[in-house]
């Protein structure tokens, strides 16, 4: 793609795409963590729906779990809306 000078969106594909940082409070679910499970990845859900084949070949039982908003403030709003349409991957090893 070349840039265009005119637009930067065009030659910024990532420009307004909200990126979560580091201090947003997305955990592991304590009681999945108690049960065995391993937070692997949260993402979109494509992409958690296309990683749950990886994962079962590699022989491991996976869930997805909506991320869990409820410890975001209201200086997270950002974060809620984005979280909407993201998934939680946990695995854990065949029992």
């Given at each position: 793609m070349t840039e265009n000078k005119n637009n930067p969106?065009?030659?910024?594909?990532?420009?307004?795409?909200?990126?979560?940082?580091?201090?947003?409070?997305?955990?592991?679910?304590?009681?999945?963590?108690?049960?065995?499970?391993?937070?692997?990845?949260?993402?979109?859900?494509?992409?958690?729906?296309?990683s749950m084949?990886?994962?079962?070949?590699?022989?491991?039982?996976?869930?997805l779990e909506p991320v869990n908003t409820k410890k975001m403030t209201a200086d997270c709003s950002g974060c809620v809306d984005f979280f909407t349409n993201f998934r939680m991957v946990y695995t854990r090893k065949k029992r």
């Open positions: 969106a065009k030659s910024n594909p990532f420009q307004g795409t909200f990126v979560p940082t580091s201090d947003c409070p997305v955990s592991a679910d304590p009681a999945l963590t108690a049960e065995g499970w391993n937070l692997r990845f949260y993402g979109d859900l494509r992409m958690a729906q296309e084949d990886t994962y079962r070949d590699l022989n491991f039982e996976v869930r």
